[in-house]
Every structure is written in structure tokens, then in C-alpha cells.
């Protein structure tokens, strides 16, 4: 494990004995934060990324975000069939797609350009990028 990594899970171990265990949408966003951190969004859940779409909606008051079932499905499959393990991954394809679409021979979700779009604070909110 990487040294960020370890530093993602004794920060969570920490916060855990001090606060006692977070909710469960707390967790699922801290857990995609160390998968964030660690490069390993392939192993990243839907119910995740549904709880990463509330907490940007929570933490803006610009974007409103909220993810079915389907639509976390989605990014969890492209995140997978693309072996994106990381944030700056994912945002190099869009990259891509954007600049020339023609180089990228997939199909990006909707719900990955919502989470991914201006104003989302996804930085601040999985601890960098």
C-alpha cells in the first residue's frame, strides 16, 4: 500500500475511534476516497458513488446531484471496462472525448460528466484528486 494510502486508512481509523463508526453514506464516501487515493477506483460500488453524488449536492450550492441505481451502475461499469483506477484518469478521458471524439472508442455516462462536470468540489470532497 502506498504511503497515501496508509495515511487515507489511519486517517479513518482515527476518525473511527474518535467519533465512533460513521453512517454508512459517510463511509461509503470515505471508503471511495481511499480508492481515489490508492488508485483503485475499479473496485469502487454503486451505492459509492451514490453517496459522493449526495455529499456534493450537501457541499454546493450550485450543483444538485443525485444518482439512480442505473446511473451509479453506469459509472461503476465504465470505471471497470476502462480500467480507470484513478480521478485524474477518468478526467483525461473526458479530456479526450471533448478535445477530439473521435480518439475515444467509448461511451461516456452522462452521470460521469455530471460528477466529474465544473462546480461538482470533488476535490475537496474525496481529500485531492
Known amino acids: ?8 486508512a489511519s486517517s479513518l481509523a482515527a476518525l ?5 463508526c460513521p453512517t ?6 470515505i471508503t ?16 459509492e458513488w451514490q453517496a459522493l453524488a449526495d455529499r456534493i449536492s450537501q457541499a454546493s450550492e450550485t450543483v444538485d446531484v443525485s444518482l439512480s441505481d442505473a446511473e451509479a451502475g453506469a459509472i461503476v461499469d465504465f470505471v471497470q471496462a476502462n480500467d480507470l483506477n ?8 473526458i479530456q479526450q472525448a471533448r478535445e477530439d471524439p473521435s480518439s475515444v472508442d467509448v ?18 470532497i474525496l481529500g485531492g484528486g
Open 107 to 124: 461511451v461516456i455516462p452522462d452521470s460521469v460528466y455530471t460528477l466529474f462536470g465544473e462546480g461538482s468540489n470533488l476535490d475537496a
Open 16 to 20: 473511527t475511534f474518535l467519533v465512533g
Open 24 to 29: 454508512a453514506p459517510a463511509e461509503n464516501v
Open 86 to 93: 484513478t480521478v485524474q484518469e477518468i478526467r483525461d478521458l
Open 32 to 47: 471511495l476516497g481511499i480508492k481515489a487515493a490508492t488508485g483503485q477506483l475499479t473496485t469502487s460500488t454503486p451505492r
Open 1 to 8: 500500500m502506498s504511503r497515501v494510502g496508509i495515511l487515507c
